[in-house]
């Protein structure tokens, strides 16, 4: 079992930045079945931004171009780079992992189907003017 903690959310204006951080107890058995998902009020959970069983990054149609996903294997710490933060990106962010030897990772019409189940608390991210 993995312990994630996430920190990084806050209030921002739009057009403006934020940078998410996951700290993780250990290494996934991967080294990698990590993402970030996010949920808004009234929405249903959305993965935003994923690295696969091989590493590759994978990221909805609705933040491609503006967010970056990265992991610092010596720590090990997942990252997410917000930019350019529309009002519609405000929702709790997680970031989530699944430890096993394989996981399942697939984009379809600009959405990620990803099935993890080590999951952090959350942190909030408000983008409003």
């Known amino acids: 079992q993995l312990q994630l903690v996430e920190s990084g959310g806050g209030s921002v204006q739009p057009g403006g930045s934020l940078r998410l951080s996951c700290t993780a107890s250990r290494r996934t058995r991967t080294g990698y079945c990590m993402g970030w998902f996010r949920q808004a009020p009234g929405k249903a959970r959305e993965a935003v931004a994923v690295?696969?069983?091989?590493?590759?990054?994978k990221y909805s149609g609705d933040v491609k171009g503006r967010f970056t996903i990265s992991l610092d294997n010596a720590k090990p710490s997942l990252y997410l780079q917000m930019n350019d933060l529309k009002p519609d990106d405000s929702a709790m962010y997680y970031c989530?992992?699944?430890?096993?030897?394989?996981?399942?990772?697939?984009?379809?019409?600009?959405?990620?189907?990803?099935?993890?189940?080590?999951w952090g608390q959350g942190t909030q991210v408000s983008v409003s003017s």
């Open positions: 989530a992992a699944e430890d096993k030897t394989w996981c399942f990772v697939m984009v379809l019409n600009g959405r990620i189907r990803a099935d993890f189940d080590q």
């Open positions: 690295l696969d069983q091989d590493g590759n990054p």
